[in-house]
């Protein structure tokens, strides 16, 4: 067993906790299982992984209307942190931003081999992306939620629904 | 809903000139207590017990917690030293960025910068109209803002300012102020909040869930952000390297505010900067885990603004976003940034040796969730203008000035608990007895100083509270109370007496005095025999107890004869006696002088360190003889063991403190050491049967709450379990009665108020023995429970004279 494997199987037990759904899939069979898990309107950014595309009905030009109305926003995880079950989304001009944290599910992409077992790993990795000029990231964990109103509900500002498919073959 | 009255000298509204506490009559602020206890007590306990649960957990689970509190302390030391160079360094990296930075001296300062910011936005602005047309701001949740009173400034200028953090709106519906820095409207209950909303906003069905408030919440205030010119941000953390703003949040509205609107505008205290973004990672790890358990937040948002990220015109909803964008650039060119950075007194704490820790504060609020008195009163009751909890008294005294900070900084006990909840370890209260010495030296004389003048050898000027200066020079009361019962203690209880003592000192009637004993435990030891008859019944005791060949046992102790011991609990002193000579260690119990606990509990500091120097000087000829130095009460083992540090040269603070034992962390060493726990008193008597935990014979353990911090809970704990019991420790942080605080007529109740809870716990155990190790609480639990409760070494004392 990799330590690759090792980690993913520690953010999946991370996300279960928080709620969150982590799916295996290897980059051929990507494409087939976002359409499977979409609902319209759906939004995303083009995906950097090798052989993995959007399904056709994902936008990645959206109008303001649509950022408003989708369901679904789909993104890449720059890198995950398995002890935490957190994804990192960069601000960034192909919006990965607003796409994240307006629809109501986002479905973060994440390669097998950028998920690192800590905090210190994942701060590895931010400072190599700060170096290189990607100085905009958030570090999402779990779905957005309040207890403000008096008790717990998921789904404030941000999304209430979190998917997490990780590529195991990149 | 009726707007609250938040502290009994802020009437006349912020920044009112109200004088010190002790200005307000004591039954003013007595109500104001109750009132609070009664309408948002309960509320401001269930959230703040839960959130102080959970933040243990995740600490215990935390493996190199301390090593992380170490590090994150000592990036804010090394940020706060060099503050004035990370100030440029963030400058220039914001302006590379294309951002602007400005340093606003005030509150003023700072709100007229982003007034302006936010009108020449609004009149060139692509945004959608609001609904009235005017310049509109959405903001996400920052306490630096509330200093600022941002919102009132900008809504005098015109500015529609909307809160998009769900409970500061809340607030803002209701008009009301924050009541804990983490949840501001932790104090509104589920239906408070939908019946204030169903009142504002008339939905065609009444509210009732949190789930409907908050999908209402979320669709009105999203509207809001779209239509908004400008987006307010405060910042837990500013990275100066790279002009990186870093927000902590769990609801997603930051993010919204930051990079929905065109121009972000990110308001931090100057003491917000730390060096490089590798330092952000022990605070990242850390914050969420101190302020609510949670490992780490839902969001934490690091932009280095302007961001690349797309511009978002809802007024154009047919454009694809980031139409702005400029291609060449990969990044917009309409977003607009500004990074404000308030100092407002923080320059001046910067500069004073005491405050200057408070700038290291990550604003987690876990010193408010760790604090007894916090959690029954909160942070209208246990704040100032704009902080709250322990940790607000260097921030009000720091930003608002000393009187914000006067009028509730006597509700830190000093029980200590915060200072392991800190995850930069503030030593918070010291702070508070810093400000509470300096409030009590710009006071004025008042008219019955010569009541105490008689009474006091202390090291005060005029002008201290009479109340203050009875506690603070208790062992001189004792020593007369005790030569004068049974006198003293029949006189103390006739109603003139009582009354006379509210009046003056401020002593509640309704709490019971201490009973002096006419023989106090140093007479009794030495009418006894003193160290030769200890020597005696040692080794009457040794040989029973242990083999003599063990090295490890041969000890001598001093015994500490602390106020309480000496005069008004001798049967504790005599338990420990008998105790340490049955397990072969002879005593000596000599007439030491105050530990400077009581002085320092009122916040006489100057007093406190010459009773220091007076115990080092009286003890330093038996640490040099290689005595240990046993300690009953533990607030006076804190006192050797965390305050003289501040008094006392290091070599003789270390001497100190290396070489003095709380009582049964002492007998937990002899029988680690292999003396025989069936020489004392255990469970089922005579020793035969010695339990470890479970099979014993149940008994409730309060230990006391400096002792914990001292982590010197465990000792007591082990021994009990040595000794055939099953101790059921408490988890409330205090008894509530902390020395002093429970006789104060104005904290009274609030110190009721968290003992019931307590003895609450205690009655659940349903346990037949129940034991404290401190004073206090023993007095508070026997009130309550109507039992004794005696220290654990008078249950574990072998019966003999």
Request: some cysteine.
């Amino acid at each position: 067993m990799s330590t690759d494997t090792d980690a993913v199987g520690q953010l999946e037990h991370a996300l279960d906790e928080l709620e969150v759904s982590l799916e295996r899939v290897s980059a051929a069979e990507a494409s087939d299982r976002l359409a499977a898990l979409l609902t319209e309107p759906a939004i995303g950014v083009e995906l950097p992984f090798e052989g993995v595309s959007l399904p056709a009905p994902v936008t990645t030009e959206p109008t303001a209307a649509t950022l408003a109305d989708a369901q679904i926003g789909i993104t890449p995880a720059t890198f995950a942190i398995a002890e935490y079950g957190t994804v990192a989304i960069e601000s960034r001009a192909a919006g990965d931003e607003p796409i994240s944290v307006y629809p109501e599910h986002h479905i973060a992409i994440v390669a097998a081999s950028d998920v690192v077992p800590d905090l210190a790993g994942g701060f590895g990795r931010l400072a190599d992306r700060f170096a290189a000029g990607g100085d905009s990231i958030v570090f999402a964990t779990g779905r957005s939620a309040t207890a403000d109103m008096g008790d717990l509900v998921h789904g404030v500002h941000g999304p209430g629904e979190v998917t997490v498919i990780v590529l195991e073959d990149r | 809903m009726a707007e609250r009255s938040h502290g009994p000298g802020q009437s006349e509204g912020r920044g009112s000139t109200a004088g010190h506490t002790t200005s307000y009559p004591r039954a003013e602020t007595a109500a104001h207590l109750r009132q609070l206890l009664e309408t948002e007590g309960d509320a401001i306990h269930a959230h703040t017990s839960v959130s102080n649960r959970r933040r243990h957990e995740v600490f215990d689970e935390t493996d190199d917690l301390d090593a992380l509190r170490s590090e994150a302390r000592a990036i804010k030391e090394d940020a706060i030293d060099r503050l004035p160079d990370l100030i440029e360094t963030v400058r220039k990296a914001v302006e590379a960025n294309g951002g602007t930075v400005y340093v606003a001296a005030d509150a003023a300062d700072a709100n007229a910068y982003v007034a302006d910011v936010v009108n020449n936005r609004a009149a060139t602005s692509t945004a959608a109209e609001s609904a009235s047309g005017r310049p509109s701001v959405v903001k996400s949740k920052s306490m630096t803002t509330e200093e600022l009173d941002l919102n009132d400034a900008l809504e005098s200028e015109g500015i529609e300012v909307t809160e998009t953090d769900l409970g500061e709106w809340v607030l803002q519906v209701a008009d009301d102020t924050p009541s804990h820095i983490v949840g501001p409207a932790m104090h509104l209950t589920r239906e408070e909040i939908a019946e204030l909303f169903t009142e504002q906003f008339d939905p065609d069905e009444e509210f009732e869930t949190a789930e409907e408030l908050t999908r209402f919440a979320r669709d009105h205030l999203g509207e809001r952000i779209r239509e908004a010119d400008v987006g307010i941000t405060g910042a837990n953390f500013v990275v100066a390297e790279s002009g990186t703003i870093t927000l902590v949040t769990n609801e997603g509205n930051a993010r919204k505010c930051a990079v929905t609107p065109d121009t972000h505008v990110a308001i931090a205290g100057v003491e917000k900067l730390i060096p490089s973004i590798r330092d952000l990672e022990p605070f990242v790890d850390l914050i969420a885990k101190s302020a609510t358990g949670q490992e780490i937040s839902q969001y934490v948002t690091m932009l280095s603004p302007p961001t690349e990220s797309p511009t978002l015109t809802f007024d154009e909803p047919d454009e694809p976003i980031g139409a702005n964008t400029d291609a060449e650039t990969n990044g917009s060119t309409d977003r607009e940034f500004h990074l404000v950075l308030l100092d407002n007194g923080r320059t001046e704490m910067r500069a004073d040796d005491q405050l200057r820790e408070t700038l290291y504060c990550i604003r987690c609020g876990a010193c408010s969730n760790s604090c007894a008195n916090f959690q029954a009163v909160g942070g209208h009751g246990f704040g100032g203008e704009t902080y709250s909890g322990g940790i607000a008294t260097g921030w009000e005294a720091g930003v608002h000035g000393q009187d914000s900070a006067a009028e509730f900084n006597d509700l830190c006990t000093g029980c200590t608990r915060c200072v392991d909840a800190c995850p930069v370890k503030i030593d918070i209260p010291w702070i508070n007895t810093v400000v509470r010495d300096r409030v009590n030296r710009d006071a004025e004389p008042e008219a019955y100083d010569f009541l105490v003048d008689g009474l006091t050898p202390d090291e005060e000027s005029g002008g201290l509270d009479l109340g203050k200066r009875f506690f603070g020079n208790i062992d001189t009361v004792a020593k007369l109370g005790s030569a004068t019962a049974p006198v003293s203690n029949w006189l103390g209880e006739t109603a003139p007496v009582r009354s006379l003592l509210e009046r003056t000192l401020g002593i509640d009637q309704r709490r019971a005095l201490p009973s002096f004993e006419r023989q106090s435990l140093v007479d009794w030891f030495d009418a006894r025999g003193g160290e030769q008859e200890s020597k005696r019944r040692a080794a009457a005791g040794r040989r029973a107890a242990h083999d003599e060949s063990t090295d490890a046992l041969d000890r001598e102790v001093v015994l500490y004869p602390d106020v309480y011991t000496n005069y008004v609990d001798t049967d504790r002193g005599k338990a420990a006696v008998r105790t340490l000579e049955a397990l072969g260690v002879p005593v000596s119990v000599p007439n030491l002088p105050e530990s400077g606990r009581a002085p320092l509990s009122q916040g006489m500091v100057a007093t406190a360190d010459t009773q220091a120097s007076t115990v080092y000087a009286a003890l330093a000829e038996d640490l040099d003889a290689g005595r240990d130095v046993v300690v009953i009460e533990p607030s006076d083992l804190a006192a050797f063991q965390r305050e003289y540090e501040r008094f006392l040269p290091e070599r003789s603070f270390e001497r100190l403190r290396d070489n003095s034992y709380e009582i049964c962390e002492f007998i937990f060493g002899l029988l680690e050491n292999g003396a025989d726990p069936a020489v004392l008193s255990t469970a089922g008597g005579g020793g035969e049967r010695i339990g470890n935990g479970d099979s014993g014979q149940p008994i409730a353990y309060h230990s006391h709450c400096q002792q914990r911090t001292l982590d010197l809970e465990a000792p007591t704990v082990a021994v009990l379990e040595r000794c055939g019991y099953a101790p059921r420790t408490s988890t409330v942080e205090c008894c509530g009665m902390a020395g002093s605080f429970g006789y104060k007529r104005e904290y009274y109740e609030v110190s009721m108020d968290v003992g019931e809870r307590l003895a609450s716990e205690i009655e659940q155990a349903s346990t037949e023995l129940v034991v404290a190790s401190g004073t206090s609480c023993g007095d508070q639990l026997e009130t309550l429970l109507g039992r004794t409760v005696p220290h654990p070494v008078e249950v574990l004392a072998p019966d003999r004279p």
